[in-house]
């Protein structure tokens, strides 16, 4: 039972763009930094966005994150096939005092 | 370019203690950052077992903060998971991974499989 909620699905055709939430509260999102992860199939979680909307260096400037108040987003536009993976939200929880991730949501693309 | 690697049994029975350890390679564990855990069921999502800093300062996530122990070995650039009693709950890939300044974890490694069964 994550205290950050995400949908669980999110899909959409080649091109277009997409837009996942991740849902906090003031104990964490409201307070802390949000990251996020992809997870392709099979494989280890890999750092995706840091610190609300910063990119590490090798991800595309496809992948942009925000924050507002104690909610998170990622956007990803010109969706690629190869993005078809699971996405996990994730920051610092104060009250939990521990590191919280999302519920993850699958990104399908049709 | 830093690299960790889990290595321990793939199976370990109910009740018993899992133990895992994260070499890493390219940096070493003494010139700081906090060092973690983090476990993924098979078809669920993450979850954060804790974190070790260099000194051995830890924290623990408080669902399973009573069974978990998690220790750095600075000499060997290890650090190492010790989870008892576990259960088939307890059943999952586990990641070790290297948690930045800024609160996020930036490199990962390939995880292992344990299976608790008897």
């Known amino acids: 039972q994550s205290v950050l909620t995400q949908p669980p699905s999110a899909s959409g055709t080649p091109g277009q763009r997409i837009t996942i939430s991740c849902s906090g509260s003031s104990s964490n999102i409201g307070t802390n930094t949000v990251n996020w992860y992809q997870q392709l199939p099979g494989t280890a979680p890999k750092l995706l966005i840091y610190?609300?909307?910063q990119r590490p260096s090798g991800v595309p400037d496809r992948f942009s994150g925000s924050k507002s108040g104690t909610s998170a987003s990622l956007a990803i536009s010109g969706l690629q096939s190869e993005d078809e993976a699971d996405y996990y939200c994730a920051t610092w929880n104060d009250s939990l005092n521990g590191y919280v991730f999302g519920t993850g949501t699958k990104v399908t693309v049709l | 370019q830093v690299q960790l690697q889990e290595s321990g049994p793939g199976l370990v029975k109910p009740s018993e203690t899992l133990s895992l350890t994260c070499s890493v390679s390219g940096f070493s564990i003494s010139s700081g950052y906090y060092w973690g855990w983090i476990r993924q069921p098979p078809g669920k999502g993450l979850e954060w077992i804790g974190s070790?800093?260099?000194?051995?300062?830890?924290y623990y996530n408080p669902s399973v903060k009573s069974r978990v122990t998690i220790s750095v070995d600075t000499s060997k650039n290890q650090f190492s998971l010790r989870l008892s009693s576990v259960t088939a709950a307890d059943t999952a890939v586990y990641y070790c991974?290297?948690?930045?300044?800024?609160?996020?974890?930036?490199?990962w490694g390939q995880g292992a499989l344990v299976t608790v069964s008897s």
């Open positions: 610190s609300n909307n």
């Open positions: 991974a290297r948690l930045a300044v800024a609160g996020h974890f930036d490199y």
């Open positions: 070790i800093y260099h000194s051995g300062s830890t």
